[in-house]
């Protein structure tokens, strides 16, 4: 179960990365109008409209890879294990036995002040 998580995490994280890269490839929708005059991009690889529909044909795909992980990872994440594990709030709370004497109260060390305020007004 570990090592189909570890793999299920491996594909999330490689599909972000790699889609994160294929949208930062891909122009605008404010691009298609050069492109339509004969700008820059009838030269390359893909054709003035290939690159477009293989792009975001990818990006299509990875998407749907990466959500898919998600789902896989959230399932898996929400499975409750055979033993005894689990979360600590539906577990009951510890029992402390009592004794019947109150636990010994700390008082912190105050010092002796004199009865009358007079001692501590300075004197000229």
């Known amino acids: 179960m570990n090592v189909m998580l570890t793999v299920v995490l491996a594909l999330q994280i490689l599909s972000a ?8 490839v891909q122009h605008g929708k404010g691009a298609d109008m050069g492109a339509a005059f004969g700008g820059g991009s009838s030269g390359s690889l893909f054709g003035a409209s290939g690159s477009a529909n293989f ?8 998407a ?23 979360s600590v709030l539906e577990s009951p709370a510890a029992v402390v036995p009592s004794t019947g004497v109150p636990p010994p109260v700390a008082v912190p060390a105050v010092p002796a002040v ?3 305020g007079a ?6």
């Open 119 to 124: 001692a501590l007004i300075p004197s000229k």
């Open 114 to 116: 004199p009865a009358s």
């Open 64 to 86: 749907t890879v990466f959500f898919v992980s998600t789902l896989a990872l959230a399932y898996f994440g929400n499975l409750r294990p055979a033993s005894g594990g689990g």
């Open 17 to 24: 990365l790699t889609m994160i890269g294929l949208i930062l």
């Open 55 to 62: 792009l975001s044909r990818t990006t299509a795909v990875l």
